[in-house]
């Protein structure tokens, strides 16, 4: 059961870090739209970078209970959650080779897990 705390803690951390990607796409968007004169791109931009503080300290804090092998190819799982973002939020559409890319992705996750 410790084991499996820790690799949820792990995922969540992974999972609060993919949020800057979302907040990088929305600032994007808006500064399309309006420019630097948008409010909103600042509000984006400051939950991006609060976003990337938060991370950083949970991070540091995440990766003392895991050889670093093994956390920074969970970190990779980055790449899924992005690709679930793009769809679920932005409506974007996955391609064969972003299926195929998740699927390696996954399978070399769990090959470093095999061997923890």
Do not use: P
């Amino acid at each position: 059961m410790k084991k499996a705390k820790k690799y949820v803690l792990l995922h969540l951390n992974i999972l609060l870090f993919s949020f800057t990607s979302i907040f990088s796409k929305l600032a994007s968007m808006e500064f399309s739209e309006n420019g630097l004169s948008g409010w909103k791109l600042y509000l984006f931009l400051f939950l991006m970078l609060a976003n990337c503080f938060v991370y950083a300290i949970a991070w540091q804090k995440t990766i003392k209970k895991f050889d670093l092998m093994v956390a920074y190819a969970n970190r990779s799982v980055y790449l899924i959650w992005s690709q679930i973002w793009a769809v679920v939020i932005f409506h974007e559409n996955l391609s064969i080779n972003n299926i195929i890319g998740i699927c390696i992705v996954f399978l070399g996750v769990m090959v470093v897990q095999k061997y923890e």
